[in-house]
Nanobody, 126 residues
Framework: EVQLVESGGGLVQTGGSLRLSCAAS????????IGWFRQAPGKEREGVSC????????YYADSVKGRFTISSDNAKNTVYLQMNSLKAEDTAVYYC???????????????????WGQGTQVTVSS
């Protein structure tokens, strides 16, 4: 059974940092891409970042480039999202998702990810 468990969300002030973790189990980690999506109230789900576990290829949405960094610890089957210089508009529920294959270099689509975590709330106060 595929399981993805997010942690690390919380309340932070504008300009602060958080690190989200996604612990994966139940599948061959190296064969997958792991993505982070977010959804704010009243807004559509947005693909934030993706990492291809096999070759560490990454994708970032324009809105987070230069501020967020995705990484993986293959020994722990865990993907991290380091979020720096947080803004109020980063406030959302952040979801970890897994999809077979690799990340595309220029877009993310929720339909490419078949397994999802329960989400973790990130709130940035101004």
């Amino acid at each position: 059974e595929v399981q993805l468990v997010e942690s690390g969300g919380g309340l932070v002030q504008t300009g602060g940092s958080l690190r989200l973790s996604c612990a994966a189990s139940g599948f061959t980690f190296d064969d997958y891409a792991i993505g982070w999506f977010r959804q704010a109230p009243g807004k559509e789900r947005e693909g934030v970042s993706c990492i291809s576990v096999s070759d560490s290829g990454t994708y970032y949405a324009d809105s987070v480039k230069g501020r967020f960094t995705i990484s993986s610890d293959n020994a722990k089957n865990t993907v991290y999202l380091q979020m720096n210089s947080l803004k109020a508009e980063d406030t959302a529920v952040y979801y970890c998702a897994a999809g077979e294959g690799i990340c595309y270099i220029d877009y993310m689509a929720a339909a490419d990810f078949g397994s999802w975590g329960q989400g973790t709330q990130v709130t940035v106060s101004s």
